[in-house]
């Protein structure tokens, strides 16, 4: 088959102006959801909303650097980024060096900013299972030498960031990785045995700590405590509700006015619900579904293995965790404590992000036709 260069003016277009469009609207939502709140936080309407702009602009850097960088350098310095992200997970585990935030301690403390590591891990990791399918692409469906080096690797993100704890970001690297490695031509033997033998671990992860059960217990029957345990997901419908069709309005939702908690973070697509309805949520949806189709056929198209396995990788980490947002909002599944990818708040988010797009842009500037 004649393969000829993808005719690209620099770059994906309908990739670029999907981002550019999911980023502003966060901008936008960001304010509207959380202006109330730093009035009486911080005493500045915009106090989140300068930082969401740095981040988004810090991001668009990190983009355009990326986008302009050969992807295959991140192949030479796979495990150089790997260490520096695993020395990452132990250090946030010291109290000298990070903050405790809800109970759990997953942000290094820079003055008056944070990094979450667990954002880095996911990139590291996604990284890490592209190169090793190249380089064990022959042995694969060996358990030994094929599979084996990917768990013990997955295992040494997945149980610090477990213990941080961070059981939503775990849970994602997992699905992932597993399923990266299924689309690599992992024998499905391998893959039930490997979730059979989890199940127990993570049945354990939930049942060992009260917030999880309780977190499982409002997804099944948010009514039967309205203001306790189910009142998070119930504030999140009477939003949806409100909203409708068209929307109460941008800048008009009642439930970010301290009802609806983390309103501009794991929350933010009831916000949008209420304020921009029915209409709003569906481009939202249409937007990362956009989002996902471009960054497969990036994949598709990718001149060598390594593209297509870290363009792949790179949409599955970004697409599962939008739509798990999604259906964590809408009810459809348990609080996980998940951000919505260039939407919510979040500065760790946001750089990760934004520098794995530019790293499938790159991928599709060298894309051949097929």
């Not at 501009?264 to 249409?286: K, N, P, Q, W």
């Amino acid at each position: 088959m004649k393969e000829t260069r993808l005719k690209h003016s620099g770059c994906d277009s309908i990739l670029c102006v999907t981002v550019a469009i999911l980023v502003l609207i966060g901008i936008v939502m960001v304010f509207s959801s959380s202006a109330a709140y730093t009035v009486k936080e911080h005493n500045d309407s915009y106090y989140f909303l300068k930082r969401q702009v740095l981040w988004c602009l810090l991001g668009t850097g990190l983009l355009l650097i990326t986008k302009n960088l050969d992807y295959h350098k991140f192949h030479q310095h796979t495990y150089l980024i790997m260490i520096f992200t695993f020395l990452l997970l132990l250090i946030v585990m010291f109290p000298e060096f990070s903050k405790k935030v809800g109970g759990a301690r997953r942000w290094l403390a820079f003055g008056g900013f944070s990094f979450q590591p667990s954002e880095l891990a996911k990139f590291a990791l996604v990284l890490f299972i592209a190169k090793s399918l190249v380089k064990r692409a022959d042995k694969l469906r060996n358990f030994a030498y094929g599979y084996l080096p990917n768990l013990i690797v997955l295992g040494f993100f997945f149980i610090p960031i477990l213990f941080q704890p961070d059981f939503g970001t775990a849970m994602v690297i997992f699905a992932v990785t597993f399923t990266m490695l299924f689309i690599a031509g992992l024998r499905k033997k391998f893959l039930v045995l490997s979730i059979l033998a989890i199940i127990p671990f993570i049945a354990l992860a939930i049942l060992s700590a009260e917030y999880r059960t309780r977190r499982i217990i409002a997804f099944l029957s948010p009514w039967e405590d309205p203001s306790g345990i189910g009142f998070q997901v119930i504030q999140s419908f009477y939003a949806f509700g409100r909203g409708g069709f068209w929307g109460a309005g941008l800048g008009e939702s009642s439930q970010k006015l301290f009802r609806l908690p983390e309103a501009h973070t794991d929350f933010i697509f009831s916000v949008i619900g209420e304020e921009l309805g029915f209409v709003g949520t569906t481009g939202i949806v249409l937007l990362f579904s956009i989002f996902i189709w471009r960054g497969f056929l990036t994949a598709y198209r990718a001149k060598d293995p390594f593209g297509t396995h870290l363009a792949t990788g790179l949409t599955l980490l970004i697409g599962l965790q939008a739509f798990i947002n999604l259906g964590v909002a809408s009810g459809l599944l348990p609080t996980k404590g998940l951000t919505l990818p260039f939407i919510s708040m979040g500065g760790s988010s946001m750089l990760v992000t934004m520098l794995s797009v530019g790293i499938i842009l790159n991928i599709s500037e060298q894309a051949v036709k097929r």
